[in-house]
């Protein structure tokens, strides 16, 4: 019985000084290639890109059930849906104008490190880029103003109805 603990003790002692020795070992090559930490911008990109296209889908798939709804035979309540429908193909234009300038600046930045040397060359596209973007924005929110300007009237002669 003492032969058997002092084999395992034994044991023991080897596999904790080959661990020792290995864990010195990878700690060297670990020192000679560090392990490369993810970029943080890109990081934050990439959750923004799936984030989208996720919440883009679920938009889709809410646009097509707005789609299947029968007609409604008050026309102005049919305006008052058309409306909606057309906000929301709005919101997804948005949307999806804003996952691609996300996937821009993912490819701009890979670009960019791969390729120091033309970074200022990346850097004027992906600002040309981004000033298209702002335009397209904009231009989009002008339509959603008009869109909600034109609800909130449809909607106020909707609900009039009730207090004449």
Not at 37 to 51: A, F, W
Not at 64 to 75: I, R, T
Not at 103 to 123: C, F, L, N
Request: one cysteine or more; hydrophobic letters at 40%.
């Amino acid at each position: 019985m003492k032969l058997q603990s002092m084999v395992i003790i034994g044991l023991a002692l080897l596999t904790a000084a080959g661990c020792k020795g290995t864990m010195g070992a990878d700690r060297a090559a670990a020192d000679r290639h560090p392990i490369p930490r993810p970029d943080p911008v890109l990081t934050m990109l990439h959750k923004g890109v799936i984030e989208l296209s996720e919440s883009i889908e679920e938009l889709k798939r809410d646009i097509a059930d707005l789609e299947q709804l029968p007609a409604f035979p008050d026309p102005q309540v049919q305006r008052l849906h058309d409306l909606d429908l057309a906000a929301w193909r709005l919101h997804l234009q948005q949307w999806t104008a804003q996952r691609d300038r996300l996937r821009s600046a993912i490819d701009s930045i890979e670009k960019a490190q791969a390729d120091p040397q033309h970074k200022a060359a990346i850097g004027e596209q992906w600002a040309a880029r981004q000033a298209e973007f702002m335009k397209t924005v904009e231009e989009l929110r002008t339509q959603r103003r008009a869109l909600e300007q034109q609800r909130a009237e449809v909607e106020m002669q909707v609900l009039g109805r009730y207090f004449k």
